[in-house]
């Protein structure tokens, strides 16, 4: 029976533990690059099997909040790479999370103070975090956002390419997950609250799954197929996020990963950071038949579930063989050492919310190790 310290391959990553740290916005990279306090936060959290990276803009256009990191610049990836050699002297794996936010954006952030774009003109009810010009961070309601052409579509494939080219090349990253969930670019494109669109784009879900699956494409072309992965949140809310059909679409993008050999697919169970069970539509989500669907196409990366884990329900999952990998997020604020925590069943930290987004040193490398 398979543990949590066990050993596992996702596709081309050998991976020491199924411990997974989550990906996790922390609004401490001024100009788009990952400092000194980075390094020391990832070099902190090394002993993980696996880290994904804070969401990581792949171009301007893709910011969604204030001081978040890119990949489209040459600081912003050799500030990357002190982060990436850090982790691999600690023995740790670590991919970049790929990210366009779409709509959830604010035009204050975008190139030239232009609109966000999304796949339709149609407001997230959402907040971006933004800094103020006396230094404060504030939460403040997403702007307008304009409807992409079709002809911009391959620019924007083409930009997370080029960014997965250089997380690997460049910024020495071990492979990239890209950002499918949440409410951002790639979600909006899936669900139809957020995509009225009616081109080849937009009604059927044929159509709605069209760009992810040119961005995962381009993402695989890119950094190989066995370093690429992909995360999803088949029914949260977060950012507005809408279907109320949510099932054969998300088994029509579990089968079409299937036949693309990623290195592992990445699902947030129930509204992210909230209930497990949340629904949308009728029935809740059969997230058996997800995964089912995935490997019944030929999926043989990992399969890596998030969202409310403890300790007991991670075991629980590896055990019964429901996942390969568990993520955690917020425990991995407050426990550096949480793979150790686990091993030896101590005492978890709670993290401080107020320091979450934004700020400096504090909330972010002063939570200390277990003794
Ligand atoms: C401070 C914070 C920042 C987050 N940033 C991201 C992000 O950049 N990308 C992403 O996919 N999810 C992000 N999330 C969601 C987490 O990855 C995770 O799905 C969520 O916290 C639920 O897992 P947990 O119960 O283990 O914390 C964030 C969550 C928190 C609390």
Known sequence: ?????????????????????????????????????????????????????????????????????????????????????????????????????????????????????????????????????????????????????????????????????????????????????????????????SNHRTDDYGGSIENRVRFLFEVVDAVAGAAGAGRTAIRLSPVTPANDASDPDPQPLFERVASGLGRRGLAYVHVIEGATGGSRDFQQGETPFDYQAFRAAYRNAGGQGAWLVNNGYDRELAEEAVAEGRADLVAFGKLFIANPDLVRRLKENTELATPDKTTFYGGGAKGYVDYPAAI
Not at 92 to 107: K, N
Not at 145 to 163: H, K, M, Q, W, Y
């Open 1 to 193: 029976m398979a543990t949590l310290f066990d050993p596992v391959q996702a596709g081309d990553l050998a991976l020491r533990n199924r411990i997974v740290m989550a990906p996790l916005t922390r609004n401490r990279s001024p100009n788009a690059v990952p400092g000194e306090l980075a390094v020391t936060y990832y070099r902190q959290r090394a002993t993980a099997g696996l880290i994904v990276t804070e969401g990581t803009a792949i171009s301007q256009q893709g910011q969604g909040y204030a001081d978040v990191p890119g990949l489209y610049a040459p600081e912003q990836l050799a500030g990357w790479r002190r982060v990436t050699d850090a982790v691999h002297e600690a023995g740790g794996r670590i991919v970049a999370q790929l990210w366009h936010v779409g709509r959830v954006s604010h035009d204050t952030l975008q190139p030239g103070g232009g609109k966000p774009v999304a796949p339709s003109a149609i407001r997230a009810k959402s907040k971006t975090y933004l800094i103020k010009p006396d230094g404060s961070g504030a939460f403040v309601d997403t702007s307008e956002p304009r409807a992409l052409e079709a002809s911009e579509i391959p620019g924007i494939v083409d930009d997370f390419r080029r960014a997965a080219k250089a997380a690997i090349e460049v910024a020495g990253f071990d492979g990239v997950e890209i950002h499918g969930a949440n409410g951002y670019l790639v979600d909006q494109f899936l669900r139809s609250g």
